[in-house]
């Protein structure tokens, strides 16, 4: 196996100071010919270097790029088209050193929405910054990839969080106040929760990440007024999900009562969540349902080229609903939908070589 590093400057940051590339990744392919297609995956924070996929597609002819934006680790800084130039870095890098004759965009978790925008933006500029703030230098000058693959992906950073979010909150500032009608883990609710209980709750959800934007846009024009250009803050409270709790909501193969972090009413409670490290800019870029162009289901709708959709039955945070509306808002004819047992990150034995047996046999079919 050949690990090739990357490091490459964006049009928009250049190298830093000490040293480092804004754009960063690993290069995973196998001993001898060079592949002909390479598949290419980025998260919005998450550190896909060295993505448990690569080694398994590689060890199959698939070229593998792990890759990083500007943003890896710092999710609290993120902009969208400023992401979307350095995800282009590594598609031309692909394109042009290694001489693929095919680009996949691998979105994985959170990463499927932010490689469905890069796909739109390169096949129909839409994309636009903040107001006040320029485009991202290089928006319009994207390649678009061949071919669009989501594994365990959710539709959407705006809709994960809200689906998420704790309906029960009654004062962003204090994350103790509750409201005791809409809280999940209060055993006078459920579960099993009554279909009333769940229309009020999910209401609510929605209304609490409307009130956060209301509050959000309001604070950054008075914070600019003053000459800062942004500030911090925090949402807390975020695995709430009524499906977390009941696994009688959506039926799968997920275990009860367990969330990415542990026992939903403990992780909670904590300190750690999505969205808890926020600013305000960030909050507009990412996570706002009104404002931020990170939902999935617009992107899909300009992806007409090949697609597949890889659903874990066992997933505690990614769930059926989510895979269906990601293969019925892509816009191509030639799109596939697949499910495997096994969990969010396919840890299950078998699984990891099940779900690259997938796509090497979906990617042969088209481009081999």
């Known amino acids: 196996m ?42 919005y924070q998450i550190d896909f270097s060295e993505h448990y996929l690569a080694d398994y597609l590689a060890i199959r002819g698939i070229g593998f790029l792990g890759w990083n934006t500007r943003f890896r680790g710092f999710e609290s800084n993120f902009l969208l088209d400023h992401a979307l130039v350095d995800i282009g870095v590594g598609v031309r890098w692909l394109r ?15 990463g499927g929405s932010l490689m469905a925008a890069y796909q739109s933006q390169a096949v129909e500029p839409n994309v636009t910054p903040l107001d006040g703030m320029r485009p991202a230098a290089g928006l319009t000058e994207l390649i678009p990839a061949d071919g669009y693959l989501a594994t365990a992906a959710h539709p959407g950073r705006p809709e994960v969080l809200t689906a998420w979010m704790d309906a029960a909150v009654v004062d962003e500032n204090d994350p103790v106040a509750t409201d005791p009608s809409l809280d999940l883990f209060n055993d006078a609710n459920g ?65 009860a009562n367990q969330c990415y972090a542990g026992v939903p009413v403990k992780a909670n409670r904590s300190a750690h969540g999505i969205a808890a490290a926020c600013t305000l800019r960030n909050w507009l870029n990412m996570w706002s349902l009104r404002v931020a162009q990170t939902r999935a ?72």
Request: proline letters at 8%.
């Open 2 to 43: 050949i690990r090739e590093f990357v490091g490459l400057p964006s049009r928009t940051a250049g190298r830093a100071a000490a040293g480092g590339h804004p754009c960063q990744g690993l290069y995973h392919r196998g001993v001898g010919r060079k592949p002909k297609v390479a598949v290419i995956a980025t998260h």
């Open 96 to 110: 042009d050193v290694q001489g693929v004759d095919a680009v996949v965009l691998l979105g994985n978790s959170g």
């Open 191 to 255: 579960p099993p929760y009554p279909p009333e209980f769940l229309d009020r709750y999910r209401a609510a959800q929605v209304a609490r990440n409307h009130a956060i934007t209301d509050w959000v846009e309001d604070e950054l024009k008075r914070v600019r007024a003053a000459g800062f250009s942004d500030r911090p803050f925090t949402v807390m409270r975020t695995w709430a999900d009524p499906r977390m709790v009941d696994p009688n909501i959506e039926p799968s193969k997920r275990p």
């Open 297 to 368: 289901e617009p992107h899909l709708g300009r992806i007409t080229c090949p697609a597949l959709v890889i659903n874990a039955e066992a997933d505690s945070g990614v769930f059926p609903s989510d895979a269906q509306r990601i293969y019925d808002a892509l816009a191509g004819a030639d799109k596939a939908q697949v499910s495997i047992d096994t969990d969010h990150y396919f840890t299950t034995p078998g699984a990891r070589t099940e779900q690259a047996d997938t796509i090497a046999k979906w990617i042969s079919k088209r481009w081999r």
